[in-house]
Every structure is written in C-alpha cells, then in structure tokens.
C-alpha cells in the first residue's frame, strides 16, 4: 500500500528559496515577498509581491515561482497571485537575507 504525499507550507517555502529577483542576490522568501502559502488538498495558492510595483521582472519572478512549485512532488494546481498591499519594505527582509546584502541592523 503506498503512501499519499501530501504537500506541506514548508515543502512550498523551501522550493521557493530556489527563485530570485535577478537584480538581487537574495532569495523571494528571505527578501520578503512571500506574503502567504495556502495548501489545500496538495494544491497550493500563494501571495507574493515585488520590492516595488512597477518591477519589470514582476511576470518572470511570478513564472519561476510557478515552475519550482509545480516540481514539487504531489502538487496539483499552482496560483501566483502578485499583491502589492501592504506594500514591501526593506524591514521584512530576514535576518539571512539581511547578512548576504550586507546590511547592518
């Protein structure tokens, strides 16, 4: 009897450390533009935003969000929703992401 995969937040979370602003070195989730994972029955719904509205990259980061998900094993349907409220700012960068911009605290 094998066992079902079910698709986890975190599962979602780490795929999406694979995806990058190509202008900045650092990874969507450590920058802080993950807003929201929903995962409901393997398929999974996120929020994301841009470090600003008018971001000409704003479809191809949307994209490599949507690819990196769909490898995950067991996934179903992928939904990137891009969000631009509240809007990003510099504080919700992680502490990880903060260290590889060089930014002091």
């Known amino acids: 009897m094998s066992e079902s995969i079910v698709v ?4 979602v979370l780490e795929a ?14 450590d920058l802080g533009l993950v807003y929201d994972v929903d995962v409901v ?18 479809p191809q980061i949307a994209q490599m969000a949507e690819d990196k998900i769909s490898e995950i ?6 939904d990137v929703e891009m969000v631009f409220d509240p809007p990003w700012n510099p504080e ?3 502490e990880a ?6 930014m002091e605290d």
Do not use: H, W
């Open 92 to 94: 919700m960068i992680s």
């Open 8 to 11: 986890t937040r975190d599962d």
């Open 97 to 102: 992401g903060k260290l590889q911009l060089g």
């Open 41 to 58: 029955e393997n398929d999974v719904s996120i929020q994301m935003t841009l470090t600003f509205a008018g971001c000409g990259m704003g």
């Open 16 to 29: 999406l450390k694979d995806v990058y602003d190509p202008e900045i070195p650092v990874n969507v989730v």
């Open 73 to 78: 094993e067991g996934v179903g349907e992928v």
